[in-house]
């Protein structure tokens, strides 16, 4: 196979998804955002990254969905939606990873589909996000629409605080996202997911004095054995959201009830496989060789 991996410059998992798949005997081309082209000439569509024809790979494999312009997130998506027409096989598709890059449409489609979610609001200016906050509880979690790693979350449970927050993000034309805060186990649950099976679980426990587990905000990490319905919510979400390989998340409220708080449609996978002490990236490789990489007729 021929595979294109979109990351950003450096990135460990480039590096890494290169060099194995290289020792299976694939090609293996590190590729970045910024280098897209796109044309239609003469009635043909052409697509490349850099000095690549985006044609040639049977696989692009993302690993990243840099923050942008409105503009160029759309692009970046009409660049993967049109290799997918193109007969190149893409992981996640432009479908779900649209889906999960945007978490208020994550949320909703779960709900929709009778998943537990955290009780959510989201709107545009604070006056809005005020009454939000109080029908929440008073006692918020506040999350940018597009955002990985725990970056940029806040809790917020003062009136005063929530008003100079809200407005600071109504003056910046920033969307206002607010989610109760699940009073239960103050940790999350990371389930691997792909094709529909776990890959590996782990629990995570957020460093003292922080409410977040994320591994990068230098949560604690155990491997985990995840209960039947732990597995069938992870397995729904990721059908729901139309990924194949995906990192969902999830919590358990006061109730002891599990709820599901994110689906990640580019998954990192070092520390799980750290901690788990799984090859990732092998069930990866092992998955795609499985499967019909490329399609043989061309859409467009």
């Not at 410059?9 to 082209?37: D, K, M």
């Not at 490349?48 to 040639?56: L, N, Q, W």
């Not at 597009?146 to 449970?157: K, S």
């Not at 099976?197 to 155990?222: L, Y």
């Amino acid at each position: 196979m021929k595979i294109g991996v979109l990351g950003n410059e450096g990135s460990w998992y480039v590096n890494q998804a290169c060099a194995g798949a290289a020792e299976r005997g694939h090609t293996a081309v590190p590729l970045r955002f910024p280098e897209i082209r796109g044309s239609v000439l003469d009635g043909k569509t052409e697509l490349r990254i850099g000095e690549h024809c985006v044609a040639d790979f049977d696989v692009l494999l993302v690993r990243t969905m840099p923050p942008g312009s409105l503009e160029q997130v759309v692009l970046r998506m009409d660049i993967l939606a049109t290799a997918a027409a193109l007969g190149v096989r893409v992981v996640n598709s432009p479908k779900s990873i649209e889906c999960a890059v945007d978490k208020y449409l994550t949320t909703q489609k779960l709900a929709l589909a009778g998943l537990p979610v955290p009780d959510t609001i989201v709107c545009e200016n604070s006056e809005t996000a005020m009454e939000a906050f109080e029908t929440l509880g008073q006692d918020v979690v506040v999350k940018p629409i597009f955002g990985a790693e725990g970056r940029g979350i806040l809790r917020v449970d003062q009136r005063e605080l929530a008003l100079r927050t809200f407005r600071t993000l109504e003056r910046l034309d920033a969307t206002i996202y607010l989610q109760r805060f699940l009073k239960g186990p103050l940790e999350d649950i990371r389930i691997l997911m792909l094709d529909g099976r776990p890959i590996a679980s782990m629990k995570r426990t957020p460093a003292e004095g922080d409410f977040r587990a994320n591994a990068a905000q230098h949560g604690h990490c155990v491997p985990w054995n995840p209960s039947d319905q732990e597995v069938e919510l992870a397995k729904r979400a990721a059908e729901v959201t139309d990924c194949v390989f995906s990192g969902i998340d999830l919590m358990y409220n006061e109730h002891r009830e599990a709820v599901v708080i994110e689906v990640n449609a580019v998954p990192g996978w070092r520390w799980i496989q750290k901690t788990c002490n799984v090859n990732v990236l092998t069930a990866l490789l092992d998955w795609l060789e499985k499967t019909n990489p490329k399609s043989s007729e061309r859409k467009i």
